[in-house]
C-alpha cells in the first residue's frame, strides 16, 4: 500500500469486517485490489466472495465510494427478503454458492491518489496559492525560475520552468499566475497536458489578448476552450489571498461536484 501510495497509483482495499459460521477469511483479514480488479496483496478468502468484491473494487474505484459487500447463503438472503444484487440501506448482498455456507460482511474503499494542484509562475498570487493549496490537501507542484523557487515555502515537487509531464496520475488543477513573466510559455506548458482544470490569474481584457496570442501561434481552438480566465469565483476578491482563496474555491467546487446531495450542494453554493 505504501508503494502504491509512493507512486500515485489508485487501488482498492478490502477488509472483512464481520464473519458467520465457517468461513475461509476472518474479522480483520484485508486485500489489495487493483483497478483491474486484479488481487495485488493480501486475502480475503477463496471463490466464494471474491467475485462479488473484485467487481464492487472495481466499481470504487471507477465511482471514488466505498462499498458494504453482505455474503450470505441463499436461504439467509430469501429470510431477508433481498436476493443477490439488491442494495438496501447502503448494504449491498452476494450470494455465497460454496458448501461451507457462511457469512462474511467485507467493506471496500478506494484509495486514489491526492489531487495535485499545479502553480505556473511566481507571483504574489501563485505564493498564496501554494500555501494554501497545500493545508487544503492537494499534492503540491510548483512550476517557476530557479531564483523564484526560494519564495515557496514548500512543496511536493520542483519543476524549474514550465516543462510539466504530459499525463499524471490522479486528478491535476493548473493554475498560471505569472503576472507578466512568461505568461505565454506557461499557458502553452498548461494546454498542452492533461488537466481537470486549466486557469489563468488576470484581467479578462489581457486574457484575451494572450488567446488571440495562441491561436497566432497555432493553438488550436479546442485547447484554448480549455482555459478558465479569469481564474477564480467572483468574490471580489482584492489581495492576493484573497485570489488564492477564489481560485481555490472555483476548483473545490468542480472537485466537489456530484459528491453531495443535490439540496446540500445547493444549500452550499
Given at each position: 500500500?505504501?508503494?502504491?501510495r509512493?507512486?500515485?497509483?489508485?487501488?482498492?482495499?478490502?477488509?472483512v469486517?464481520?464473519?458467520?459460521?465457517?468461513?475461509?477469511?476472518?474479522?480483520?483479514?484485508?486485500?489489495?485490489?487493483?483497478?483491474?480488479?486484479?488481487?495485488?496483496a493480501?486475502?480475503?478468502?477463496?471463490?466464494?466472495?471474491?467475485g462479488?468484491?473484485?467487481k464492487?473494487?472495481?466499481?470504487?474505484?471507477?465511482?471514488?465510494?466505498?462499498?458494504?459487500?453482505?455474503?450470505?447463503?441463499?436461504?439467509?438472503?430469501?429470510?431477508?427478503?433481498?436476493?443477490?444484487?439488491d442494495?438496501?440501506?447502503?448494504?449491498r448482498?452476494?450470494?455465497?454458492?460454496c458448501?461451507?455456507?457462511?457469512?462474511?460482511?467485507?467493506?471496500?474503499?478506494?484509495?486514489?491518489?491526492?489531487?495535485?494542484?499545479?502553480?505556473l509562475?511566481?507571483?504574489?498570487?501563485?505564493?498564496?496559492?501554494?500555501?494554501?493549496?497545500?493545508?487544503?490537501?492537494?499534492?503540491?507542484?510548483?512550476?517557476?525560475?530557479?531564483?523564484?523557487?526560494?519564495?515557496?515555502?514548500?512543496?511536493?515537487?520542483?519543476?524549474e520552468?514550465?516543462?510539466?509531464?504530459?499525463?499524471a496520475?490522479?486528478?491535476?488543477?493548473?493554475?498560471?499566475?505569472?503576472?507578466?513573466r512568461?505568461?505565454?510559455?506557461?499557458?502553452?506548458?498548461?494546454?498542452?497536458?492533461?488537466?481537470?482544470h486549466v486557469?489563468?490569474?488576470?484581467?479578462?481584457?489581457?486574457?484575451?489578448?494572450?488567446?488571440r496570442?495562441?491561436?497566432?501561434?497555432?493553438?488550436?481552438l479546442?485547447?484554448i476552450a480549455?482555459?478558465?480566465?479569469?481564474?477564480?469565483?467572483?468574490?471580489?476578491?482584492?489581495?492576493?489571498?484573497?485570489?488564492?482563496?477564489?481560485?481555490?474555491a472555483?476548483?473545490?467546487?468542480?472537485?466537489?461536484?456530484?459528491?453531495?446531495?443535490?439540496?446540500?450542494?445547493?444549500?452550499?453554493?
Amino acid at each position: 500500500m505504501d508503494r502504491l501510495r509512493r507512486a500515485g497509483t489508485p487501488f482498492a482495499l478490502a477488509t472483512v469486517v464481520r464473519t458467520v459460521s465457517v468461513t475461509a477469511a476472518k474479522a480483520g483479514a484485508k486485500a489489495v485490489i487493483a483497478p483491474d480488479g486484479t488481487m495485488l496483496a493480501g486475502w480475503i478468502g477463496g471463490g466464494c466472495a471474491r467475485g462479488a468484491v473484485l467487481k464492487a473494487a472495481r466499481e470504487a474505484l471507477a465511482d471514488g465510494k466505498t462499498r458494504l459487500i453482505s455474503v450470505q447463503p441463499e436461504d439467509l438472503l430469501a429470510e431477508q427478503g433481498v436476493a443477490a444484487g439488491d442494495e438496501h440501506q447502503g448494504v449491498r448482498y452476494a450470494r455465497n454458492m460454496c458448501p461451507s455456507q457462511g457469512s462474511m460482511d467485507v467493506f471496500v474503499e478506494p484509495v486514489l491518489p491526492r489531487p495535485r494542484l499545479v502553480v505556473l509562475g511566481a507571483s504574489p498570487v501563485a505564493v498564496a496559492l501554494a500555501d494554501l493549496g497545500g493545508r487544503m490537501g492537494y499534492d503540491l507542484t510548483v512550476c517557476a525560475a530557479p531564483e523564484d523557487q526560494p519564495a515557496f515555502r514548500q512543496a511536493d515537487e520542483r519543476i524549474e520552468g514550465f516543462a510539466l509531464p504530459v499525463e499524471a496520475s490522479g486528478s491535476r488543477y493548473l493554475v498560471v499566475s505569472t503576472q507578466g513573466r512568461g505568461d505565454l510559455a506557461a499557458l502553452k506548458a498548461a494546454l498542452a497536458v492533461e488537466a481537470e482544470h486549466v486557469a489563468f490569474v488576470g484581467s479578462r481584457r489581457k486574457a484575451e489578448a494572450l488567446t488571440r496570442k495562441l491561436q497566432e501561434d497555432g493553438i488550436g481552438l479546442n485547447q484554448i476552450a480549455r482555459l478558465k480566465a479569469p481564474a477564480g469565483l467572483d468574490l471580489g476578491a482584492i489581495t492576493p489571498e484573497e485570489i488564492a482563496l477564489s481560485v481555490l474555491a472555483e476548483i473545490t467546487l468542480l472537485r466537489r461536484r456530484g459528491q453531495r446531495g443535490t439540496a446540500q450542494a445547493g444549500a452550499a453554493t
